[in-house]
């Protein structure tokens, strides 16, 4: 999750969206129209989130079923119409290469990232939102739809996954499945792609080592100045809270994901003021409130998704925090926001 200074970015369409819609038989137009945007938001060369997240959400009504629409998509593009970050993973050397570099430059893109994770006979890749707000299930369809349909165009294989994890319903599960070539499963605690590990190491036909010479550095130079403008102690809580769920956040981790050693990342840290401890710390406390302010999630749930196995451990976590339990201090969260805010804004995230 980003902290509030980063809400505001503005996000770049592929320069081949609109021309996929078209190619489907969905007029840019109709779209605006739908997500009740003016007609000059195609052309824009950035949209806010709210924006984004309106436009997929468009789409999907127009298109009908959601899983039609999610392979639809995934599908059309032509590699050609594929904006620099995406060409970059085509043209890697391999299907680890190409995922790694994915999910590197999907920093460029906010509001999704993706975590990748190798283990035993899988590799996993789960998608995750930078903001309190999660994206249409569309567009998390089709972002778990693309990992997989690159795979296919880079080794020029059928590749099929192992298992498919929804968070909330997709349409006609039968139509992912015949796509995925796997069991979908949906209601699941995150939305998560699992490989077959031994995927990622099939060389990608389309490689060129020239052409990513020219791309790579102009990106790497790219994410560097996005990445300059944030403290490193809201990149740390940022790589924490979409990591708590796996447990405890590493130092060791943190720091690799921010290509400095733990030793940088720990001067860094005491440089701003602060450590990595009093950051989980916080970390965990923000994205407590955050999960306890959704009524739908049960208290033995927010501890999971924070990164304790055990309930009474987070019950006296968060006393320490607020003085209170997480039962009483969600009771009074509810309870004053349904009187100052009206019943509808009552499950609203802060």
Same mark, same amino acid.
């Given at each position: 999750?980003?902290?509030?200074?980063?809400?505001?970015?503005?996000?770049?369409?592929?320069?081949?969206?609109?021309?996929?819609?078209?190619?489907?038989?969905?007029?840019?137009?109709?779209?605006?129209?739908?997500?009740?945007?003016?007609?000059?938001?195609?052309?824009?060369?950035?949209?806010?989130?709210?924006?984004?997240?309106?436009?997929?959400?468009?789409?999907?009504?127009?298109?009908?079923?959601?899983?039609?629409?999610?392979?639809?998509?995934?599908?059309?593009?032509?590699?050609?119409?594929?904006?620099?970050?995406?060409?970059?993973?085509?043209?890697?050397?391999?299907?680890?290469?190409?995922?790694?570099?994915?999910?590197?430059?999907?920093?460029?893109?906010?509001?999704?990232?993706?975590?990748?994770?190798?283990?035993?006979?899988?590799?996993?890749? !789960? +998608?995750?939102? %930078?903001?309190?707000?999660?994206?249409?299930? &569309?567009?998390?369809?089709? $972002?778990?739809?693309?990992? #997989?349909?690159?795979?296919?165009?880079?080794?020029?294989?059928?590749?099929?996954?192992?298992?498919?994890?929804?968070?909330?319903?997709?349409?006609?599960?039968?139509?992912?499945?015949?796509?995925?070539?796997?069991?979908?499963?949906?209601?699941?605690?995150?939305?998560?792609?699992?490989?077959?590990?031994?995927?990622?190491?099939?060389?990608?036909?389309?490689?060129?080592?020239?052409?990513?010479?020219?791309?790579?550095?102009?990106?790497?130079?790219?994410?560097?100045?996005?990445?300059?403008?944030?403290?490193?102690?809201?990149?740390?809580?940022?790589?924490?809270?979409?990591?708590?769920?796996?447990?405890?956040?590493?130092?060791?981790?943190?720091?690799? !994901? +921010?290509?400095? %050693?733990?030793?940088?990342?720990?001067?860094? &840290?005491?440089?701003?003021? $602060?450590?990595?401890?009093? #950051?989980?710390?916080?970390?965990?406390?923000?994205?407590?409130?955050?999960?306890?302010?959704?009524?739908?999630?049960?208290?033995?749930?927010?501890?999971?998704?924070?990164?304790?196995?055990?309930?009474?451990?987070?019950?006296?976590?968060?006393?320490?925090?607020?003085?209170?339990?997480?039962?009483?201090?969600?009771?009074?969260?509810?309870?004053?926001?349904?009187?100052?805010?009206?019943?509808?804004?009552?499950?609203?995230?802060?």
């Amino acid at each position: 999750m980003k902290s509030k200074s980063h809400t505001s970015e503005r996000i770049k369409f592929p320069a081949g969206f609109w021309t996929g819609l078209h190619q489907l038989g969905i007029a840019a137009d109709d779209v605006a129209r739908k997500a009740q945007l003016p007609l000059t938001i195609i052309t824009e060369p950035a949209v806010t989130i709210a924006q984004y997240f309106a436009i997929w959400q468009a789409y999907s009504d127009l298109v009908g079923d959601t899983a039609d629409g999610i392979i639809k998509l995934a599908t059309v593009f032509e590699t050609g119409k594929y904006p620099p970050s995406v060409l970059a993973t085509y043209h890697a050397r391999d299907y680890r290469d190409a995922l790694h570099r994915m999910a590197r430059y999907k920093q460029l893109c906010p509001p999704e990232s993706l975590r990748i994770t190798e283990e035993g006979d899988d590799c996993s890749i !789960e +998608l995750e939102w %930078s903001n309190e707000q999660p994206g249409p299930s &569309l567009l998390v369809g089709v $972002t778990l739809a693309f990992l #997989l349909e690159l795979g296919r165009r880079g080794t020029g294989q059928p590749l099929t996954a192992r298992l498919v994890e929804f968070s909330h319903t997709m349409g006609d599960v039968h139509t992912l499945e015949t796509y995925f070539c796997c069991p979908i499963r949906i209601g699941a605690t995150c939305n998560r792609l699992t490989l077959h590990r031994t995927d990622l190491d099939r060389p990608f036909l389309s490689y060129n080592e020239e052409l990513l010479e020219i791309l790579t550095p102009a990106l790497d130079r790219s994410l560097d100045e996005q990445q300059g403008s944030r403290s490193i102690t809201d990149m740390v809580k940022w790589i924490m809270k979409r990591s708590l769920t796996g447990g405890r956040p590493d130092i060791q981790v943190v720091a690799k !994901e +921010l290509g400095m %050693s733990d030793r940088t990342l720990q001067r860094r &840290l005491t440089e701003e003021n $602060t450590s990595f401890k009093h #950051l989980l710390t916080q970390a965990r406390n923000e994205q407590a409130r955050a999960y306890l302010a959704d009524p739908t999630l049960d208290i033995k749930e927010v501890a999971f998704l924070i990164g304790y196995e055990d309930q009474n451990s987070f019950y006296r976590a968060f006393r320490s925090w607020e003085g209170d339990t997480p039962t009483n201090w969600r009771t009074e969260y509810l309870g004053t926001n349904t009187l100052s805010e009206g019943p509808s804004d009552s499950s609203t995230l802060h």
